[in-house]
């Protein structure tokens, strides 16, 4: 895919570019015009009741200050479900901010001799704000609202984190697979409806604006009133594709398959996928790039996804909650057990391989200062920079754990991005990092994956997990996902994450690839 030229990379994207266009547009459509119907009473109310109207601004300010991926993640929590809800309520709430103080704002700057030639004419309080102090603040207000709408375009890049569609789909999947293409398939476009938003909100602006109106004939307001609409219509039709893609309800013959954000869970949630597409009936709802483990998890519990792959020592330790256990038959069962009974899900046979952590650092420095296990770096931690990822930071089974089992710790820890990391060893920018050992990039970039002589780490087998009520409605499903079983050692997986992280081929291709060698499809 990377000799293709931009313009048939785009041609061949141009349908899900328009459907993620779509969804963008409805998303940010929909949140400002509720952001609107809530701020400009609450503005109007702050405007009558000074004192309330002063803690409904710092209270709105104090949103605005919640990192917005943060406030997704709270949503997450409080609504129980990933998708669109959880997305636009955040997108209303940082919109709140400048429609409500624009609307105070707009309604403060009405001259006072012009409420007092008001009142001179008899107009009741209601009149002269419906009449008066409305029409003449709307220009401050639609500022207002100008600015909210283009804020929510780029803040809602963030909501395909949680599985609510949007061109941030497009980001998610290239920062998780370090692809360009796609990092600028979704925010160039972002880019641009940014500026198309803001001109057309501008345009309307200028519209309202009494000077302007003024100095209008009948026949330019008709043209200004038909291009306004026109332009109107054009967002609406282009929102529309995005005003239904939340489907996959657990009536409808639709299977929703999630992953976590980092390139083998993008090749695994697609073999899955593309495996029932060939051997069903069923529709596949892809929900990738979701985000971190728990995230996955939660929606699965939640029915938002019904059916995704984990990792055994991750289930043990990260969701279970238990202590590692190292017989790697043992564990699979135990997990079984404890996932049919605290959660009502089925974890299906593994893949497999067995994807554990790796402490990784250069070949070249390795070889420098003779280390071999992880317990050699001992001497030099103190010195050291790792860069780990977020949730590897914060993971019994991951630093927290590791600094327990061997005793030490290194002299700073630097948060990286999964997509990142193995790129920030390669240029320096670390000395050592949390690897996964199957990923390809290990040899592409002349790492060394030192021995776990504290067998730390659990083993890490990949396995499908289900809920067991998808299974009840598609029983064959469990028989389709099981050919799957034992077909993918730790030599295929590195092979598999190798063709798309350094190769740059798309995930679609390198599964279809490997499904039509092995005679699956």
Known sequence: MSDLSWTTYLLERLPELWQRLGEHIFLTGVSTFTGVLIGVPLGIWAYFRPGTGRLLLASAGILQTIPSLAMLVILLALFQQIGVLPAITALVLYALLPVLRNTVTGLQGVAPEILEAADGMGM?????MRDVQ????LPTILAGVRTA???GVGIAT????IGAGGLGEFINRGLALSNTRLICLGAIPAALLALLVDAFLGAVEKFFNPRQQRAMSIQQRRVWKTGLVLMAGLFIMTGLPGSSFEKGSSGKRVIRIGSKNFTEQNILGELMAQLIEARTQLSVERKFNLGGTLICHNALVQGDIDLYAEYTGTAMMAILNQGPLKDASGLTERIRHEYQKRFDLVWLKPFGFNNTYTITVRQSDARKN???TISDLNPFAPKLTAGFSPEFQERSDGYPGFKIAYGFQF????????????RAIAEGAVDLI????????IPAYNLKSLKDDADFFPPYFAGPVIRRDTLTRFPHLKKVVSLLESRIDDATMMDLNFQ????KRDVPDVVQQFLKREKLI
């Open 124 to 128: 009741t309080a209601f009149q002269k």
């Open 134 to 137: 409305i029409p003449l603040a």
């Open 149 to 151: 709408a283009v804020v």
């Open 158 to 161: 963030l909501a395909a984190f």
């Open 370 to 372: 003779g280390w071999r």
């Open 411 to 422: 002299g700073q820890v630097q948060d990286l991005d999964p997509s990142l990391i193995y």
């Open 434 to 441: 949390v690897g996964f050992s199957t990923d390809g990039r």
């Open 500 to 503: 798309v992280d350094e190769k």
